[in-house]
């Protein structure tokens, strides 16, 4: 299947995706003997001998992680801050990324590979993978609040869609609610109880598809196996 160019090379761990465009662009990559220097640029990976300054690139060992994310442990792969990153908390045998993200104050679940296709599948708006959190809220939840949460509530880039929600604890000081969403955006959860009254204090993932934490300590990770790998697949393209 061909893909950009330089995904492939970000997915091999040459460099981060913009210094592939980079080297590109500066002449210094080649596929099948003939030197590709502009953008876009695309290449099979499974057909195509690509090299990078005369080095051929060497497809990675497939590696997958299931990650029970620490509060103050962030997503992302570059933090200028220098503050703990959830790819340090795995084996660093292979370069990997996270499947989407998590802020820094949620904790919960979250997945690491290095295999773009799976990356794409998950996180695709298009495949509505479905992602359970649970939230501590402040105040008790009343049932006008869980129909709205329910039929979608609008935020800044338009109505979320329909979500389950369930409410595990109602206090009234704080509550326990249980919310599964098919959408990614932007600190999404934590947005859909503010719009309804119900501001967060802590936010967990506890699934995403057909995986869950069950078992699993803060902090720690596991190999996910080929059956699950397979699971989260058929996830996705059902």
Known sequence: MRERLQKIMA?????????????????????????????????????????????RLQEPRRVY???????????????????????????????VFCVGRLDAETTGLIILTNDAELTDLLTHPKYKVLKTYVAKVAGRVESEAVEKLKRGVWLAEGRTGRSAVKVLRRGHHDSLVEITISQSLNRQVRRMLAKVGLPVQSLK????????????????YRPLSKAEVAALKRAATA
């Open 65 to 95: 992680y299931l990650l029970n994310k620490p509060k103050g442990v962030i997503s992302t792969s570059n933090d200028p801050q220098g503050r703990p990153r959830a790819i340090d908390l795995v084996p660093g045998e292979a370069r």
């Open 11 to 55: 997915s091999a761990g040459v460099a981060s995706r913009r210094q592939c465009e980079e080297l590109i662009l500066e002449g210094a990559v080649q596929v099948n003997g003939r030197v590709v220097d502009q953008l876009p640029a695309f290449a099979d990976p499974e057909v195509d001998v690509i090299t990078v300054h005369g080095r």
């Open 205 to 220: 993932r506890t699934r995403i598809g057909p995986l869950s934490l069950e078992g699993l300590g803060v902090g720690k």
